[in-house]
């Protein structure tokens, strides 16, 4: 194997190893937590260690560039899942619908309406999480936290889309902790049980308050080429 997918394979099983230790340090399973690999710009021959690794859960940011890499690939490996945690325009929406597993960044009534749309057209849907802007930076795409409650909704009555949980980008230069939080209580008090939060840095911290999926990139890939 190439030094490449060795590097992978270690850092895989450090991440594990981590995320094992923080789920028990409060009382969680460590398959509680699942490992998002966030394969955005990542080269090919880093995605395809991650592969041979056995990572098998993917994060991406945009439709075309997952079509791209993935339509192939997808065709080789049964248990491959892939999420969208990068921002989504209306008009992809049917594209996403049809390639993603997972839709992590509902949040708003447009883009409701147009997976709605396409999720009949195309005969499925995949699982959606709302995206929550926890520290509301106008440059941040997500619903604001006091919208959050009826926008959920809005997404399952209106719309009909199964909603399952919440994902978040904590500012920064805050302490993420306070965000986590905040996602966490909103996700309770709307009976959502997936929680996307948590990245290289934080993701320990994203655990304790109760994080299902961690979403690490440079810790697993290495530094983006």
Known sequence: MSASYSDVAASRAEILARIAAAAK????AADAVGLVAVSKLQPDERVDAALAAGLRLFGENRVQEAQARWVDRRGQFDALRLRLIGPLQ???AEDAVR???????????????????????VG?????????????????AGIAPPEA???IKEARETYGLPV??????PPLEEEPAMHFALLAKIAARNGLAELSM?????????IRF?????????????ARV
């Open 164 to 169: 399952v949980g919440l994902m978040c980008i």
């Open 149 to 151: 409650d009826a926008f």
């Open 25 to 28: 340090a409060v009382g969680r």
């Open 90 to 92: 209306s008009n992809k």
């Open 210 to 222: 109760g994080a299902t999926q961690v979403r690490v990139g440079s810790a697993l890939f290495g």
């Open 124 to 140: 499925r849907c995949p699982e959606l999480l709302v995206q929550v802007n926890t520290g509301e930076e106008p440059q941040k």
């Open 198 to 206: 948590g990245m290289s840095d934080d993701f320990e911290t994203a």
């Open 99 to 121: 390639l993603f597993d997972a839709i992590d960044v509902l949040d708003r009534p447009k883009l409701a309406a147009a997976i709605a749309g396409a999720a009949q057209k």
